[in-house]
């Protein structure tokens, strides 16, 4: 069946989502092109060219890189969010953050140092960080 422009695949949008459900723990590096939602613990890494919302029930103990970032839980360690990292009122984040741009909701823990703007580079998904073309 032919699809409009306007009409969205389900299945295709589906598919790049990613969930780490509250009660499960995963240790390890996880690399993706698609968004996740965390609600449980991550042990390790996240390389993402997503979005990623950390619950108010998740946790991620290790490195952060993706596209955006929507944060509610806790996270420790290093993130770098090449757009927009939003911290919610009840996040609670020790560490570096490298980010576009910073969004912080009254009520927020932040123990760490911040840095915007500088050298945030394109995100690379590809093993070994070769990637043709252009960073930012």
């Not at 009660?23 to 890494?45: A, M, Q, V, W, Y």
């Not at 009840?90 to 050298?119: D, R």
Request: proline share 1%; hydrophobic share 30%; charged share 25%.
């Amino acid at each position: 069946m032919l699809k409009s422009k306007n009409q969205v695949d389900k299945k295709a949008t589906n598919a790049s989502q990613n969930r780490i459900g509250q009660g499960t723990e995963i240790e390890g590096d996880i690399t993706s092109k698609g968004g996740f939602r965390i609600d449980g613990l991550l042990k390790g890494s996240l390389k993402t060219t997503g979005k990623v919302v950390i619950g108010r029930e998740g946790r991620i103990l290790g490195t952060l890189v993706c596209s955006n970032a929507d944060i509610e839980g806790a996270f420790e360690g290093d993130m770098t969010v090449e757009n927009l990292l939003s911290l919610k009122a009840t996040a609670v984040v020790n560490g570096e953050v490298v980010t576009g741009k910073l969004m912080v909701e009254p009520g927020t823990e932040f123990n760490g140092s911040c840095t915007m703007n500088q050298g945030v580079k394109k995100l690379d998904t590809t093993k070994g960080g070769k990637k043709a073309g252009k960073t930012a």
